[in-house]
């Protein structure tokens, strides 16, 4: 693909963090300190990216499992990870079936350990009192973060669990690979609303940021705009000719450039496009298309200005959502599993395959 020289980033202008030995495929920001966490195989790091030297120090995190008296390393992936909200503890998913939780010194505070098999997806609320997790043995777990206890185990799915978000410090939606919906609550022992309606795989669901819509989207190759308020989708977009990997909302809200514009949404495809949805409308406003192999990863900036996206044909692209013109682009090393944005929306970290997790800050641009 040929690109405009000027809005390529130079290889000096970033900063690459290594020391994993196989591919990365998940990595987040710690909400309140420059502290960057990235999940590979058998291990967590944390990279502290306050050092402006460009010399960041690690921790290893590593996931063991007990055998006998001793602790070995599991070897397998890390699948998951994130920071609770104060950006003190560090949460980790593996597909040795156990939850981790960690303190930001390395030591572990808990082990999470009800799934039978992988865990694929887990997520703080937004109190920061709760964890959920989702696995391959098709169940759902509210963990206490305090205790590392659990609190409930939801098993209505049928097949893998593929992803959970909150939709609010009690509440949440979950989506499988056997093409149901389900939202239940804390102490409900049955999903308090059930959304039918992919013919296939439902690879993640989000709720927008006033938590009254629920998107999602497939491997049946649509996006699909759920309500509580009824049980048929608000929209049924037929919105790309390849599987559908992932989607996120664009920030509303006094932060944002403009709070009152339609609510926005946007959508990573194995057809090597991102598009951006007018969700009032069920419209498709802009595809992007810059990339030529499947995107695994979009993230909007914190203020919604901008949109990052990270794809197997190992380049980063940053948009600007109002004109939707690329404005920065850098090739990495490896094909990219995970692009994001530090809380400031100043730095774009992403993952690669190569073991390699680096950093772009927008401010030497």
């Known amino acids: 693909m040929e690109l405009d020289s000027s809005i390529e980033i130079p290889a000096e202008k970033t900063t690459i963090l290594k020391g994993h030995d196989s591919e990365v495929f998940m990595s ?14 058998s291990t967590a790091r944390i990279w502290d990216m306050a050092d402006s030297s460009g010399c960041a120090s690690q921790l290893i995190l590593k996931h063991c499992i007990q055998k006998g008296k001793t602790e070995v390393s599991s070897n397998i992936d890390v699948t998951s990870l994130g920071w609770n909200p104060a950006g003190t503890l560090l949460a980790t998913g593996s597909f040795d079936g156990y939850g981790r939780i960690w303190m930001t010194d390395g030591r572990i505070s808990s082990i999470l350990d009800q799934h039978k098999g992988p865990i694929i997806c887990l997520k703080w609320n937004k109190r920061g009192n709760y964890i959920l997790s989702a696995g391959i043995d098709k169940t759902i777990v509210i963990w206490d973060a305090a205790s590392g206890q659990c609190n409930q185990k939801f098993a209505f799915h049928t097949e893998p669990a593929l992803d959970v978000d909150w939709r609010s410090n009690s509440s949440f939606a979950s989506c499988s690979t056997d093409k149901f919906i389900h939202v239940c609550r804390l102490g409900v022992d049955r999903p308090v609303k059930s959304f039918q309606g992919h013919t296939n795989a439902v690879n993640a669901i989000k709720w927008d940021p006033q938590r009254n819509l629920l998107a999602s989207c497939s491997d049946d190759m649509t996006l699909k705009i759920w309500s509580m308020k009824q049980d048929t989708c608000v929209h ?20 944002t450039a403009n709070p009152n514009m339609n609510l926005i949404l946007a959508s990573a495809s194995c057809d090597s496009t991102v598009r951006l949805w007018d969700v009032e409308r069920g419209a498709c406003i802009h595809t992007l298309t810059k990339h030529t192999e499947p995107v695994y990863s979009i993230a909007f900036s914190p203020d919604g200005k901008y949109l990052a996206s990270g794809s197997l044909d190992k380049w980063v692209h940053i948009y600007s959502t109002q004109s939707h013109q690329l404005i920065h682009s850098y090739k990495g090393t490896g094909r990219i599993f995970d692009v994001f944005w530090n809380s400031k929306g100043d730095k774009v970290g992403a993952s690669a395959y190569d073991g390699h997790v680096f950093v772009l800050d927008l401010r030497k641009l």
Do not use: C, F, V
């Open 236 to 255: 049924d977009i037929q919105a790309h000719n390849k599987e559908i990997y992932t989607i996120k909302w664009s920030p509303t809200g006094p932060r």
């Open 28 to 41: 987040a920001w710690n909400p309140t300190t420059d502290l960057l966490a990235a999940g590979s195989r």
